[in-house]
């Protein structure tokens, strides 16, 4: 049987919804061997690649260059997933939304700092005015909130997927 | 002349770029390392109720969220002018040794063995954390339980494993019960047997890592971590000591007074600022943190397991050891101390007390809260109104003090492992295992997750791309 491509990307978060997913312990030897895990923090691909079948999204939209990644993986993945939160709501990464990016830029490195003082920019992406969830910017199909989503929950919807059943997503499932 | 990028840096905890300048030989001329995210938590806690800081901060973090919640508990302890109840603070180190524990199993396991055990120039596409589960299934479950076993621990005593609310201002929320202990107690031989083993594992491996440890980032530094009055490692409280690189005693800082000594600088190329030890300025006062910087930096540890294996350390490496590829090994004799330590503690008449926290109102309008956190010395520093408002907050965090040694690292491994136009994958993936033996945690560096990964790109001198390596 051809394996399912699994993606998983964190972008604007804590990289606790990832630990979450880790928590699935031992649970996850069985799920690893059913996937091939083609992009994210734990493998060494280079590129997003062309027809993931799902990607598990983690964190806001906080830069041009994340809204450019989200739309290319949007592109190349049959389902998309936001991981927690801060991918579907903004969450804690958006607290930052009522202030102007200078002034908290300002605060961070000039007053915030001994030496240097200056804004940091050479060769970076600059931040964009909010932090945003995803489904701002393109279609997503699946929501699995929490902060983050508890480890039980990736794994019902993850073994749901891979045993060909519709993933449930109503079930035990809550914000924070 | 031309210039390598790797982005995004794979198998790290966070955003970062790697760019290497060429010359027209092919020799390296330049190297920058830089992080690529900022999330400003100092800015937009401003406002928020003091007691809110453990639960905002904690997402800094989902890999070390127990370490934003002390930090920012013993900050708020000390704007109530309270002394925690001596149960609460058993309990918070406890938390803090199974947090440890679970933070360089993570390291070890998933994110670095994969170089360690199966080659820094194995395939790229096995060389993950699944590739050692086909390769090696019985370390890899093993790495899984040691994991495993530090979030039990922290589930058992909080609740849940990421961002529990449960380490308050003025102590924890709850008790630990009878057989929560005794669970704990329990399990701790498996996972003394697994740290063991795997030591053993490493150990025997460091001759074929030669290459790598004398130029893995070798260049000697200051380093510096907690240690109690005898100069033995603490992860809780302490000072946070200095030590020069031949090894005398440089100085000994009290949480309140770190602005004295520790400065930050800065960098235009980053988002990443660079602390420095202010009396010698930046670059002079660069210093290392984490489990190399606090072995380098304590007398001993102060439990006999983890003291022998520093001892042994010691013969093989020197009084202080510089090689940054040492920090695997440090980070693995840090996790026997932190199960000799939380063992200790679980015996401790007193830790079952139900009386587990200080209440008490706004008492003092600033504090500052220090700890080791997994990746080196963590502090929060608070001003408060007279309401409890937050008016100021700073944030220094383990992955920063590093900040200038990665770079630095990453230009002399470049220097060694890189020649010529053409870019192979095993020499750049050697740079980034360079960085990912520091275990740094980007997203708490910059307050600030984003995708770990690597960008390599090599242009010429004109700024032109010749090659990229992404992952
Ligand atoms: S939802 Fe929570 S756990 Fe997930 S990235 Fe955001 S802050 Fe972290």
Sequence with gaps: MKKLKLATVWLDGCSGCHMSLLDLDGAIIPIVRKVDIVY???????????????????????????????????????????????????????MRNGIPVNKLLQQIYVDGADLGGCIPGDGLPQLAKQARPAQD??????????????????????????????PETNAKVKFG | MKRITIEPVSRIEGHAKITIQLDDAGQVTDTQFQVTQVRGFEKFTEGRPYYEMPGITSRICGICPISHQLAASKACDAIMAVRIPRTAQLLREIIHCAQIVQSHALSFFYLSAPDLLLGMDSDPATRNVA??????????????????????VIEGLADERVHPAWIVPGGVRSPMTAPARDRFLAAIPQAMATTE?????????????????ANFGSEPTMYAGMVDHAGNLQLYDGVMRFRAADGTIVQDVAAENYHEFVAEATVENSYLK?????????????????PLGRI?????????????????????????????????????IEVLYALECMKLLLQEPDVLDPHVRASAGVNALEGVGMIEAPRGTL?????????????????????????????????????????????????????????????????????????????????DRKGALLDRIRS
């Design chain 2, 296 to 332: 380098n930096t304590a007398e001993a540890m102060g439990t006999p397991r983890a003291d022998a294996e520093l001892g042994e350390f010691r013969q093989r490496f020197g009084r202080v050891a510089h090689s940054s590829f040492l920090y695997h090994y440090a980070r693995l």
């Design chain 1, 137 to 166: 910017f393109v279609k997503v199909d699946i929501c699995l909130p929490g902060c983050p989503p508890p480890n039980k929950v990736i794994a019902g919807f993850l073994n749901n997927l891979l045993d060909g059943r519709k």
């Design chain 2, 131 to 152: 590739g050692l589960i086909e390769a090696n299934p019985e370390l890899a479950r093993a790495g899984i339980e040691l994991r495993k076993f530090g979030l039990q």
């Design chain 2, 197 to 213: 083993k795997t030591l053993g594992i490493f150990k025997g491996m460091l001759d074929s890592f030669a290459e790598e440890i």
């Design chain 1, 40 to 94: 994210g923090p734990l493998v060494d691909a280079q590129e997003f690649p062309e027809d993931v079948d799902v990607t598990l999204l983690e964190g806001a939209i906080s830069t041009q260059e994340d809204v450019e990644k989200l739309q290319q993986i949007r592109s190349r993945t049959k389902l998309l997933v936001s991981l927690g939160d801060c991918a579907v709501t903004g969450n804690v990464s958006g």
């Design chain 2, 274 to 290: 660079a602390p420095f030890y202010r009396p010698l300025g930046y670059p002079q006062g660069i210093y290392r943190v984490g």
């Design chain 2, 379 to 459: 502090i929060h520093h608070y001003k408060v109104d007279e309401n409890g408002a937050i008016v100021w907050a700073n944030l220094i965090v383990a992955t920063g003090h590093n900040n200038r040694a990665i770079s630095d690292g990453v230009r002399q491994v470049s220097e060694h492992f890189i020649h010529g136009d053409r870019l192979q994958e095993g020499m750049l993936n050697r740079v980034s295992a360079l960085v990912r033996a520091y275990d740094p945690c980007l997203s708490c560096s910059t307050h600030a997750m984003g995708t770990p990964a690597l960008d390599i790109s090599l242009v």
